[in-house]
């Protein structure tokens, strides 16, 4: 069953044993029939930013190709901007170069933070001495659709609100830490463990891809290393 923001943001408060919602919509400006309800409708749409931001999720990870600029910067280089081409962009994860003529290996794994160009981000812009007219992006791109989203990134953002709006909602700080503590130790290294495991169908250990350390207690594929 796909989850919507009314979902979310119960499930959310469930964590603060609060009542649930009859009703929310952050796309029609739909708010909750309850004081917590309308109080974590104010945290949703940054704490679902900021969950996604945190790791490069399957179902948030895109590609895009941005054309450089007509002019050069000061020091000579191409500057693309990519942050008024990608509207939707949280974090940018590698830049390249995609040649007609490129055959990459049957046996190579393209990770998304793979680059194959030197390149400079500030400002919103790319800027890379490479002389060429387009770069290929890979990113994380926002998502506001709650069915679109993997049951890994659910608990995160469910976490992620629930942690942001406790203290608000309940003035209990002891819950408010609780909860952080555990969307830090627990739910979010597990989320990025059960992702990597199945990004690619090549046996891949999760801690040789960039992105993720598994949890304390958590064997990798393949078992452990013998002594």
């Known amino acids: 069953m796909s989850n919507t923001a009314k979902d979310i943001v119960n499930k959310a408060l469930a964590l603060l044993a609060s009542p649930p919602v009859g009703h929310f919509d952050p796309e029609s400006d739909e708010f909750p029939d309850t004081v917590a309800g309308q109080t974590i409708a104010g945290f949703y749409d940054w704490s679902v930013e900021e969950a996604q931001s945190m790791y490069s999720w399957q179902e948030l990870l895109m590609e895009s190709s941005v054309q450089a600029e007509g002019q050069r910067d000061s020091w000579g280089r191409n500057v693309f901007p990519y942050m008024q081409e990608i509207p939707d962009v949280l974090r940018v994860l590698g ?37 060429v007219e387009s ?57 990025q463990f059960m992702q990597a495991g ?30």
């Open 95 to 131: 830049v390249r170069t995609v040649g007609e003529e490129e055959h990459p290996s049957l046996y190579s794994v393209i990770q998304p933070t793979d680059s194959n160009v030197s390149y400079e981000i500030s400002g919103g812009k790319i800027f890379s001495w490479n002389n």
């Open 198 to 227: 199945s990004r690619t169908s090549v046996p891949l250990n999760p801690q040789q891809t960039g992105f993720v350390i598994p949890p304390q207690g958590l064997s990798t594929p393949g078992g452990q290393p013998q002594e």
């Open 135 to 191: 770069l290929q992006v890979s990113y994380i791109g926002k998502e506001l659709d709650p069915s679109k989203w993997s049951p890994e990134l659910s608990r995160v953002v469910i976490y992620t609100l629930a942690s942001n709006s406790a203290f608000s909602i309940t003035q209990n700080g002891d819950l408010s830490m609780m909860l952080f503590q555990k969307l830090q130790e627990v739910v979010l290294p597990m989320a």
